[in-house]
């Protein structure tokens, strides 16, 4: 399996900090997910972050979902 690259770490590393700035557990942003129409399970997300691989549609959904309006890539 592939390393990830320095781009599937950054957006993972940057999804990752915004829901810890949120307080919100995977468990909270399938539901949050849920309430704007999108089904996800846990383990789904999890590996997601893990991997780095996700579309761009997923985590601006996931951003909007736990409400942040904003982001740095640094």
């Known amino acids: 399996m592939p390393e990830k690259t320095d781009w599937e770490a950054l957006v993972s590393n940057i999804l990752k900090a915004e829901l810890k700035r949120k307080g919100v557990t995977y468990a909270q942003l399938v539901e949050l997910l849920g309430e704007i129409g999108i089904e996800e399970?846990?383990?789904?997300?999890?590996?997601?972050?893990?991997?780095?691989?996700f579309s761009a549609a997923f985590m601006v959904a996931c951003l909007q979902a736990i409400g942040c309006g904003s982001f740095s890539l640094s």
Do not use: F, S
Not at 41 to 53: P, Q, S, T, W, Y
């Open 41 to 53: 399970k846990e383990a789904n997300i999890r590996n997601k972050l893990a991997r780095g691989k």
